[in-house]
C-alpha cells in the first residue's frame, strides 16, 4: 500500500506514464481494490502471478489484476514457451476472461494462410462429412501441435465472433532474407511484397546478443547474422499485423499470442510495434516453466505479468540436452530460457555487411523457442 500512495504521488507531480499501466491512475486502482482481497492465481490450474515491473515488482498479483490490464491496454502480448501445455491452457483462460471486442492475432499463422483462416472462421465448405478443422488441415500446414496448443485458442475467438489475424511473415520469404538479405525481397513484386515486412533497422544489444547465444547450437561456419536477419523479419511482419489490425478494428483489444523470446524484455515484436505507435498501451504477459513462491531475479521486467506454469517435463529436459547434427541444427528451435530485450539498433545495410556469402541453403530453423509448422 506504501508504493501505491508513493505512485500516486508521482504520476500526479509528472503527468507521465500514460503508455506504462504501472505508472497510471488505472493501476492505482486496480490495487488498492484488490489490495484486501485473498491473492487469486491463473486458472484453470491456479499458477502464481506476479508484477515484474515498476514499484510493486515481485508481487503476487490477483487473477482480477490482470483482467484490470487487459481493460487498460489496447494490445497484449501472451509470451509462451511452445511446447508448455499449461502455458496454453493458461492462454485460453485469458481470452476466455475478456468478454468484450477482441482480435486474436497468431505467430502461428502466416499471412499466406489468411483466407483458409477466414474461412474456418465462416465454416466455409463444411458438411456432415467434413469439418471445418479437417479442411484447415487439408488446405494448408499447420504447427504440429496445433490442435492442442492453437485450435483452443481460435476456437475462443470464433465462438466470440472476433476476428483472426495471420499475423507472421510467410516461411519462404524468411529464408530468402537469410539467403540473399533483404535487397532480394525487395525485388519481389507487390503481391509477395504483402506477405512479409523489411524492418527498416536491426536491433542491437540485449536482444540480438541473446539471439545469438540461443542460436548457439548452429555449427560455427553458419553465420549467425544471416539468421538474425529472419528473426527481423518475424518480428517486423508480426508487428506491422497487429498495428494494422489496432487501426482496423479500432477499440477492440489484440491479444497476440507468440513465443514469448520475441516479447519478453520489450524486445523484438514490442519494440518494432513501439517504434510503429509509441502512444499504444501494451500489456505484457509471459509464461514461464518455473516452479516457485517468488518471482526470481532473472525475471524481474521480463514483462508486466510472469505467470510460473511449472518445471518443463523431464522428457522435455532430456530433449533439449542432446546436441544436434547441422541438418538438425537448421531445422532445431534455439533454446527460449534467456532474457532478451534490445538495447539499440543496428542499419539494416550495415547488417547486411556481415552476411557469409558462403552459408549453406539450408533450411532456415524456427524463431527461438518455437517450433517448426508442420
Request: charged letters at 30%; one cysteine or more; a negative charge.
Amino acid at each position: 500500500m506504501k508504493n501505491i500512495l508513493l505512485l500516486s504521488l508521482l504520476v500526479l507531480v509528472s503527468g507521465c506514464g500514460r503508455t506504462d499501466f504501472f505508472s497510471t491512475s488505472s493501476y492505482m486502482r486496480s490495487a488498492r481494490s484488490w489490495d484486501r482481497a485473498e491473492v487469486q492465481p491463473a486458472p484453470p490450474h491456479n499458477r502464481p502471478i506476479f508484477i515484474a515491473r515498476g514499484p510493486d515488482a515481485g508481487r503476487k498479483a490477483h487473477w482480477g489484476e490482470v483482467h484490470d490490464a487487459i481493460e487498460w491496454a489496447d494490445v497484449i502480448f501472451l509470451g509462451e514457451r511452445h511446447t508448455d501445455q499449461t502455458g496454453h491452457d493458461t492462454k485460453k483462460a485469458i481470452l476466455e476472461s475478456w468478454d468484450g471486442r477482441g482480435v486474436l492475432s497468431m505467430e502461428m499463422l502466416e499471412r499466406d494462410q489468411q483466407a483458409y483462416v477466414d474461412d474456418w472462421s465462416q465454416d466455409l465448405g463444411v458438411t456432415d462429412k467434413k469439418s471445418a478443422d479437417e479442411i484447415l488441415h487439408e488446405k494448408t500446414k499447420l504447427w504440429k501441435m496445433h490442435d492442442v496448443a492453437y485450435a483452443p485458442l481460435m476456437k475462443v475467438a470464433k465462438k466470440r465472433h472476433w476476428p483472426i489475424i495471420a499475423a507472421n511473415a510467410s516461411r519462404p520469404y524468411v529464408r530468402l532474407a537469410r539467403t540473399d538479405g533483404f535487397a532480394a525481397l525487395r525485388r519481389l513484386t507487390d503481391e509477395q511484397k504483402r506477405l512479409f515486412v523489411i524492418p527498416r533497422t536491426m536491433q542491437t544489444g540485449r536482444y540480438r546478443e541473446d539471439f545469438f547465444e540461443a542460436m548457439g547450437h548452429l555449427p560455427e561456419h553458419m553465420d549467425k547474422n544471416t539468421f538474425f536477419r529472419s528473426q527481423s523479419i518475424w518480428d517486423a511482419t508480426m508487428a506491422d499485423s497487429i498495428y494494422k489490425a489496432r487501426k482496423k478494428f479500432g477499440h477492440a483489444r489484440i491479444f497476440h499470442a507468440v513465443g514469448a523470446f520475441h516479447t519478453d524484455f520489450g524486445g523484438g515484436v514490442i519494440h518494432m510495434l513501439r517504434r510503429l505507435d509509441p502512444n499504444l498501451r501494451i500489456i505484457n504477459i509471459s509464461m514461464v516453466q518455473k516452479d516457485s513462491d517468488v518471482l526470481e531475479d532473472e525475471d524481474y521486467d521480463r514483462a508486466d505479468f510472469v505467470i510460473y506454469t511449472g518445471e518443463p517435463p523431464e522428457e522435455e529436459e532430456a530433449v533439449e540436452e542432446q546436441k544436434p547434427t547441422e541438418k538438425e541444427a537448421a531445422e532445431t528451435p534455439a533454446e527460449e530460457t534467456e532474457e532478451h530485450t534490445p538495447a539499440g539498433e543496428k542499419n539494416e545495410d550495415e547488417a547486411e555487411g556481415d552476411e557469409n556469402p558462403h552459408t549453406p541453403p539450408v533450411d532456415l530453423p524456427a524463431s527461438p523457442g518455437g517450433s517448426s509448422p508442420g
